[in-house]
């Protein structure tokens, strides 16, 4: 199986560690993944602020970087929803025949790396260790576009060491939405206050997700509020072990 | 009496003015909480609700896919049982038509059943300027009317006051147009309603005419729908000798057997209950029972340019349920004053730029086109939705349509400018690493003034100027970027192996 890692435009200019765990976690379970160089986004953010013609070069990007990979994994529910729900429309916008071929064929092999683990490889228990008390915010993207469930809650509850504690009011927005954040600035701080109230009640020592921008959010909001609560990602987790402990 | 949203400002500072209440903030996330709640439990209870939402969005879309069919059978059926049909194509020739006939039977006032339809149109302003008055009879919407304020929810519009400030409203306000409330009034709940109850009671004995809205038009028989929950419907629907009815194009069903899913819809969706208390149905005149003189205006003020949209005529198979203002995380923040109009929420986000056209010059068009961004894309109202109108998007295709519509303005907005060096940049990897190294450098520039380091080591900026930047790190640090990135990483130490 050749497995492609997209690692996001976030993650590659702001969060190289979330890709480097990704790489570790995958390789341990004896997955040799690939990078493929031509990547760059997935247009999710011109899309979701209208700008269509301009998303057309970056899906064309995108499906040139990917063909061939018989699955392509992602550190991101955001970006795994944009590329399996927006892509097509992005294409026929394009009016570029070849191009809506060209994504129906990349757009279903796109995995969120919860996805990936379990469904595609088939495990829960990846060998991680983190002896710490978590909670887990689940993202709106992978919750409701992506429908990933309670699988990364079942990698969760597998890490040896992790005490995961519920977050109240998990499944509501933590009030990123991409440039929502910063057009309705007032409105998404708001949003992100409330979700960071609720993880400070919850007691941990570190809020967990699937998407590092929505952690960028709430972690801002966190840093601001000198909360002493760290935010990280889920394949961060997953890819420590009694070595990196010690 | 009653204000109107008209030079409401764009979202995001409406939001602003709203975000800062308090007050407001408190009382929406009560109510909003609450109302979750009830609808989660009773959506529970049925196993089937999946299939019913499919049932529900199937009738509605089969009704728009042929409207026009459906309406002219429609007006054969109302017809034909006595009622009188009126086309209005938009709020000023509805407004027209129930003024005069209004006038017609010498009323100077009219009582009226809640309705979503004559507030877009603006109908008790309109025959205000007639020298009409037009009661509202809806406990909220009474609040709403005697404390000179506007709808905040399709369905609660008075969600945005707590029941202290409705006890001042009836103690100042009730006197002025009719029965006053008792002087030992409290703010319990049943003794509020009990005075609205008496209050109201003098008006549904006094009108000639009443004015309704409809939840469901079935073109096969004729018959109009209104559901509602305290009886006052009722009252309006039948004592009075003049019913109006005013109806959007969109209400039409075709079938009476249609209403079987949107009723059991319905209820669940919008007050968390198992079954409507109110269900009123009636078909044209019934000789010697309720109304004898029965008139229905048929209303498109945009319907027909939503019908056009493809990707947006989804919007119109909503039946006001308000479960999406209720799920959504935005509505439950800013309340829905800020949205600037009587159809507030995600489903007003969208109803609003599809009736009302997007692009349009003006701070009207600037209102109106600011709606579509005031969503996280969250997902949580297309999650509720009973009919399955898929919000988020419809939100997306509207933002493509306000982006389109300003695509020949001779000064773009930054915004626009920086959408295009994006594409320009994630167009090609070797251009977006030369792009990833300059923030490298500009990363350990920002460290230098950063005032913090985020919880595990990492340095963070914190306030920095700039338009985009600042609404970010107004209340949020920012990560420095990383002295090298992924690409570079990978690229340096062969994928980690060297």
């Avoid at chain 2, 009126?86 to 809640?114: S, T, Y």
């Avoid at chain 2, 209340?475 to 690409?487: G, I, K, N, V």
Wanted: hydrophobic share 40%; with cysteine; glycine share 10%.
């Amino acid at each position: 199986m050749r497995v492609a890692l997209m690692v996001t435009c976030v993650n590659d200019a702001m969060f190289p560690e979330t890709g480097k765990a990704v790489v570790r976690l995958l390789r341990r379970l004896g997955v040799d993944v690939d990078f493929p160089a031509a990547q760059t986004c997935c247009a999710q953010p011109m899309v979701n602020t209208g700008y269509l013609d301009e998303a057309v070069p970056v899906v064309r990007t995108f499906v040139d970087a990917f063909a061939g990979y018989d699955a392509v994994v992602t550190p991101s529910g955001s970006c795994a929803g944009s590329a399996r729900h927006q892509h097509g429309l992005v294409a026929r916008r394009s009016g570029d025949a070849g191009l809506a071929a060209a994504v129906a064929e990349t757009s279903p092999k796109v995995h969120e790396l919860s996805e990936f683990l379990v469904d595609v490889l088939g495990v829960t228990d990846v060998g991680a260790y983190f002896p710490h008390t978590v909670t887990y915010h689940p993202t709106c993207h992978s919750l409701r576009m992506l429908g990933v469930g309670d699988r990364p809650r079942r990698l969760l509850e597998s890490v040896r060491g992790l005490r995961l504690v519920d977050l109240p009011g998990a499944e509501q927005c933590c009030g990123f939405g991409g440039t929502f954040a910063v057009k309705n600035a007032d409105t998404s701080v708001a949003m992100g206050a409330d979700k960071a109230r609720h993880v400070r009640g919850t007691g941990a020592e570190v809020l967990v997700a699937g998407d590092n921008s929505c952690l960028m959010h709430v972690g801002g909001v966190l840093s601001r509020q000198q909360a002493g609560v760290r935010v990280m990602h889920l394949a961060e987790i997953l890819a420590s072990t009694e070595e990196d402990a010690a | 009496m009653s204000g109107t949203f008209v030079g409401m400002p764009a979202f995001p500072t409406a939001a602003r003015a709203a975000l800062a209440d308090t007050q407001l903030r408190h009382n929406l996330a009560h109510a909003t909480g609450t109302i979750r709640a009830k609808r989660a439990a009773v959506v529970g209870e049925v196993e089937e609700w999946e299939d019913l939402r499919l049932a529900g969005a199937a009738v509605k879309e089969a009704a728009l896919r042929d409207l026009d069919t459906h309406l002219v059978r429609l007006e054969e059926s109302l017809t034909a049982r006595g009622a009188t049909v009126h086309w209005a194509r938009d709020a000023a020739e509805a407004n027209e038509v129930v003024a005069r006939i209004a006038r017609d039977h010498g009323a100077e006032e009219v009582v009226k059943v809640k309705s979503m339809v004559t507030q877009e149109i603006g109908l008790n302003e309109a025959l205000a300027e007639h020298g009409i008055a037009a009661w509202e009879t809806d406990l909220a919407e009474l609040i709403v009317q005697l404390g000179d304020d506007l709808p905040s929810h399709i369905l609660v519009p008075a969600i945005h006051r707590n029941r202290a400030e409705v006890r001042e409203i009836f103690l100042r306000a009730m006197g002025e147009v009719g029965r006053p409330a008792p002087a030992d009034l409290t703010d319990e709940p049943a003794v509020l309603a009990g005075a609205a109850r008496e209050h109201l009671r003098e008006k549904f004995l006094r009108a000639k005419v009443a004015v309704s809205g409809a939840n469901f038009a079935v073109a096969e028989t004729g018959t109009l729908v209104v559901v509602e929950s305290e009886g006052n419907g009722r009252m309006c629907l039948t004592l009075p000798e003049v019913l109006v009815s005013v109806v959007g194009i969109e209400k039409v069903v075709p079938t009476f057997a249609d209403l079987d899913p949107l009723l059991r819809l319905l209820p669940r969706s919008s007050t968390g209950e198992r079954m409507n208390p109110y269900t009123s149905t009636w078909t044209g005149v019934t000789p010697g029972d309720g109304p004898q003189e029965v008139h229905v205006v048929l209303l498109d003020n945009g319907r027909t340019r939503a019908l056009a949209d493809d990707v947006g005529r989804q919007a119109l198979r909503c039946i006001r349920c308000s479960a999406c203002l209720n799920a959504c995380p935005v509505y439950e923040r800013t309340g829905g004053h800020a949205y600037g109009s009587v159809y507030p929420g995600p489903i007003g986000a969208i109803l609003n730029p599809l009736m009302k056209g997007t692009g349009r010059p003006g701070l009207e068009g600037e209102q109106t086109d600011s709606l579509p961004y005031a969503s996280s894309l969250c997902g949580a109202c297309f999650e509720v939705c009973p009919v399955r109108i898929d919000i988020p998007e419809v939100l997306v295709h509207l933002r493509s349509k306000v982006v389109d519509g300003h695509r020949d303005d001779t000064v773009p907005k930054a915004e626009a400018l920086a959408m295009r060096a994006a594409a320009w940049s994630f167009g090609d990897s070797r251009r977006l690493g030369w792009v990833e190294r300059a923030s490298g450098v500009a990363g350990r520039v920002l460290t230098r003034f950063g005032r913090t380091t985020l919880p595990g080591g990492r340095s963070a900026a914190g306030r920095i100027p700039g338009p985009g930047a600042a609404a970010w790190t107004g209340a949020r640090d920012l990560p420095a970027p990383p002295r090298e990135s992924f690409r570079a990483w990978w690229r340096r130490t062969d994928g980690g192996r060297s």
